[in-house]
């Protein structure tokens, strides 16, 4: 990165959503949901309703995905869910092309580079010691570290708390509505990448700095 580069860069703090953002996890979340969905003998749900909750939280995917609204139930689809995921998931989870470069740069220029997801901290933390990339992490927030999940602010609120950070410092970027909404009430810029199943047209709906096909571009704010 060219030092004119570096002088522009105009946020201080990078805010990741995980899951089709910095890594295509795909396969494996929808290992996970069909491990359950067959278990439970549920038909006709198909590969793309899944997708459609990647982002969510498990007990709201599931709700959406079965139409189940008893919690007693719903925590034992999450259980088992999350026991077979301990099998498959970071196996099947694979980092986009662009983004040890992006992060290697942004630890690089001295810049906060965290996690804001909903899935489970040790989770991410696995993937990324798995792929040499743990170093440049400097927090990971997972769904198990808020009350409210996105599109919810808490997340990003307690990272900027935490963190003594002003909301003007702060670049949040993630792949989908939800994303987008968590940003909004949380008072931040918000880059949006379709590198999820999230449409450009979808994510231009928000308030955005930019809307990209490759998560590199964040270099170029």
């Known amino acids: 990165m060219e030092n004119g580069m570096e002088a522009e860069m105009k946020y201080q703090a990078y805010l990741f959503d995980f899951d089709y953002t910095l890594a295509n996890s795909e396969k494996g979340i929808l290992g996970c949901f069909r491990y359950v969905l067959q278990k ?8 793309e309703e899944i997708k459609k909750t990647i982002g969510m939280t498990l007990k709201d995917a599931f709700r959406k995905l ?6 007693a139930i719903i925590s034992e689809y999450q259980m088992v869910y999350r ?6 998931m970071n196996k099947n989870t694979v980092i986009f092309p662009s ?3 992006v992060l290697k740069t942004l630890s690089k220029n001295g810049k906060n580079v965290m996690i804001v997801s909903t899935k489970g901290k040790e989770r991410i933390e696995e993937f990324f010691e798995n792929v040499g ?6 927090f990971i927030l997972g769904g198990e570290d808020v009350k409210k999940a996105k ?8 990272v900027i708390e935490r963190f003594g950070l002003q909301r003007e410092e702060v670049l949040y970027i993630g792949d989908s509505v939800i994303d987008a909404q968590a940003a ?13 199943v999230t449409t450009r047209e979808e994510l231009e709906q928000f308030s955005h700095v ?12």
Do not use: C, H, R, W
């Open 151 to 158: 599109p919810n602010p808490e997340g990003i609120l307690t």
């Open 40 to 47: 439970y003998q549920y038909q006709g749900i198909s590969d």
């Open 184 to 196: 909004q009430a949380a008072g931040v810029d918000f880059v949006g990448v379709t590198s999820g």
């Open 66 to 71: 079965t139409e189940v609204e008893d919690d």
């Open 133 to 138: 990339l743990k170093q440049e992490i400097d």
């Open 99 to 101: 983004v040890p470069e």
């Open 83 to 88: 026991k077979k995921a301990d099998e498959i």
């Open 210 to 221: 930019m809307i990209l096909k490759d998560i590199k571009g964040i270099l170029e704010i």
